[in-house]
């Protein structure tokens, strides 16, 4: 049995997922509410029923299911069974969500960096027992960069979402040049800050960047913000947030485009 742990509001994308299963294994074979639980059927016991005959758990990862109680119950019950070797967890990813850190113990399928066609494949080969699947590109981080505009300058505010982060220095890589942009720290009026132009990666990329640095840490419900200013009619071209994890050691962190929820 194939249980599509999800939220109703990822049914436009799942669905299309559980119907493709449905056709590859049959539908008896899949547990997908929509047709695994009728009128009349008691929800819970259908779920524990779903649950009890389980073999790969799929679990939709998102913004909305990991809000979702019901979901809570299903992944962390999911868990317990496959610690005991009855249930294989497999995350698909849906949106930009941080994925729990308990689920990056485990390969997962990332639909939203790779599209679904991979990723139907993917889930197809595990089901299959073929296992031929990538790990998607996102480990286990700390902290968050959100980007949002507000009062035609780009806000970014850099967040550690479980524990601190002795060291607050932060690299804000953009493709503009020095004269383009004014950055301004909100969380100290004691910063280092310098900007580096003609940064190479491994890959080829150049960008410019502004690192900026307090001598207090990065914990969570106090955010590292700066605010950066278009100059001479320019617009902001954020490229990427890095943070020194350890001297002279850089390391990308995940850049969400939007406000966060506080």
């Not at 990666?201 to 307090?214: A, S």
């Not at 947030?241 to 966060?260: A, G």
Request: with cysteine; glycine share 8%; net charge neutral.
């Amino acid at each position: 049995m194939i249980f599509l742990s999800h939220n109703h509001n990822d049914k436009v994308i799942v669905e299309q997922i559980a119907i493709r299963l449905r056709d590859t294994f049959g539908q008896e074979n899949i547990f997908y509410d929509s047709w695994s639980v009728q009128p009349g059927d008691g929800i819970v016991d259908k779920m524990n029923e779903g649950l009890g005959a389980c073999k790969l758990f799929l679990f939709f990862v998102s913004k909305n299911s990991l809000q979702s109680n019901m979901v809570k119950l299903e992944w962390q019950n999911a868990v317990v069974r496959a610690t005991g070797g009855h249930t294989k967890i497999i995350p698909v990813k849906l949106d930009d969500c941080l994925m729990p850190p308990i689920l990056l113990q485990s390969l997962y399928i990332d639909l939203f960096g790779q599209g679904i066609e991979v990723a139907l494949r993917q889930i197809v080969d595990v089901a299959s027992g073929r296992n031929t699947f990538n790990h998607g590109p996102q480990k286990f981080s700390n902290l968050r960069s959100y980007v949002y505009e507000e009062g035609g300058k780009s806000i970014v505010e850099c967040r550690a979402e479980h524990f601190m982060e002795p060291k607050s220095n932060f690299l804000f890589l953009v493709e503009n040049d020095k004269s383009d942009l004014l950055f301004n720290c909100r969380s100290s009026v004691m910063v280092h800050t310098g900007f580096h132009k003609g940064i190479e990666f491994k890959n080829g990329k150049i960008f410019n960047g502004q690192t900026m640095m307090v001598e207090s840490a990065t914990v969570p419900g106090f955010p590292f913000v700066v605010d950066i200013i278009p100059q001479n009619a320019s617009s902001v071209q954020l490229a990427g947030v890095m943070h020194e994890k350890k001297k002279n050691y850089w390391e990308m962190i995940p850049l969400i485009c939007h406000k966060p929820n506080d």
